[in-house]
């Protein structure tokens, strides 16, 4: 594909998406009390848009995933809530 | 597909789909015992394909207990012990999708259980990567298993749910890559189709989350749709919804398309 036909497929959808964004961010700004890790690992992935190389993609999945190597030793719990806690 | 109703068959072959391949997974709650998981089976390989054929669907499963479900050994080893009485059933394929959840010790050595049952019945394998945070790490403790066990071929394995930050690292090790289409996390279409352009595409291929969650039977059509949007030609876009999964779980004698 071209560009242009890249911006003519996804530009509106992907402007959408950065407003919701924005809106999320403002949103946690009003709210009361303290935010948690998962905000900072979104920052930290937000980060990754304005870098100018590819893999933007990876790169914030990476800023989301907990790097270590070891298995943990019970798992408490099912689910994921989206970033690492970190130890 | 225990969880979805008749009017996603009769859409899925409305669609053009030409089998469905449903994993064991997890229902949503915990089985209280390995009866439990023989009633689940007994409905993977006997009522569930009969329910597929009145819509002329030919329908393919996999067996094993979820990760979600694996930190309890003891249950692990009576249900990985009553596999073998379903394993020869003509709609069964392999085992799957085994896997990790949290990544955790016990998860690690169900998966073994697995691998090792899988192993021994010469059987294709299908693996379930963790969710969200835990992916990145599970991936790579699910290849460090499947690469220490020689009896294991990665051609005969498909790693399911990867996305950019996994994909590479699968299809480096030689194993197949499977992308979940899901509305709300793993991959959309058109992450899959750009996972697609950016890697090498042999033994890459794209599945529809049908669980009893949000999620689109149809995802991998409207993908082919959103390819064509692309300009991608009828043939590759064949190739990637439907002679690549052909390939794989052709892999097994049992599998066979309408011709
Ligand atoms: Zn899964």
């Not at chain 2, 794989?248 to 049992?254: A, L």
């Amino acid at each position: 594909m071209t560009r242009q036909q890249v911006l003519d497929l996804y530009f509106m959808e992907s402007r959408f998406k950065l407003v919701e964004i924005a809106a999320f961010l403002d949103r946690v700004d009003r709210g009361d009390g303290k935010a948690d890790f998962r905000l900072d690992a979104f920052r930290k992935g937000m980060k990754e848009l304005g870098g100018k190389k590819p893999g933007r993609a990876k790169k914030v999945l990476l800023a989301f995933s907990d790097p270590t190597k070891k298995p943990i030793a019970k798992a408490h719990g099912k689910g994921a809530c989206g970033a690492w806690p970190g130890k | 597909m225990v969880s979805r109703t008749t009017d996603d068959y009769q859409d899925m072959v409305t669609a053009g789909c030409a089998a469905v391949c449903e994993p064991a997974f997890w229902a949503g709650y915990d089985r209280s015992g390995v009866q439990g998981f023989h009633d689940y089976f007994c409905q993977l390989t006997d009522y569930e394909p009969k329910r597929a054929a009145k819509f002329g669907l030919p329908h393919y499963t996999w067996l094993c207990i979820n990760p979600k479900e694996s930190e309890d050994v003891n249950l692990a080893e009576e249900v990985i012990g009553i596999i073998p009485q379903f394993i020869d059933k003509p709609n069964v394929l392999g085992i799957g999708e085994i896997g990790l959840n949290k990544n955790s010790r016990n998860e690690m050595k169900v998966l073994e259980m697995h691998v090792d049952l899988a192993a021994r019945t010469n059987s294709l394998i299908l693996v379930h990567t963790p969710h969200l945070e835990d992916k990145l790490k599970g991936t790579r403790l699910i290849l460090d298993v499947l690469r220490s066990d020689k009896r294991i071929r990665p051609e005969r394995c498909i790693i399911d749910h990867v996305e950019e930050h996994t994909v590479g690292m699968v299809l480096d090790a030689g194993f197949w890559a499977g992308m979940t289409l899901y509305p709300e996390s793993k991959c959309s279409p058109a992450r899959a189709i750009d996972i697609i352009e950016n890697y090498a595409n042999e033994r890459l291929w794209m599945n529809s989350a049908c669980d009893w969650g949000v999620s689109v039977p149809l995802a991998v059509p409207r993908t082919a749709l959103e390819m064509r949007r692309r300009g991608h030609n009828p043939e590759f876009i064949d190739k990637m919804i439907y002679q690549n999964p052909a390939r794989f779980m052709g892999q097994c004698p049992k599998f066979k398309l309408p011709v």
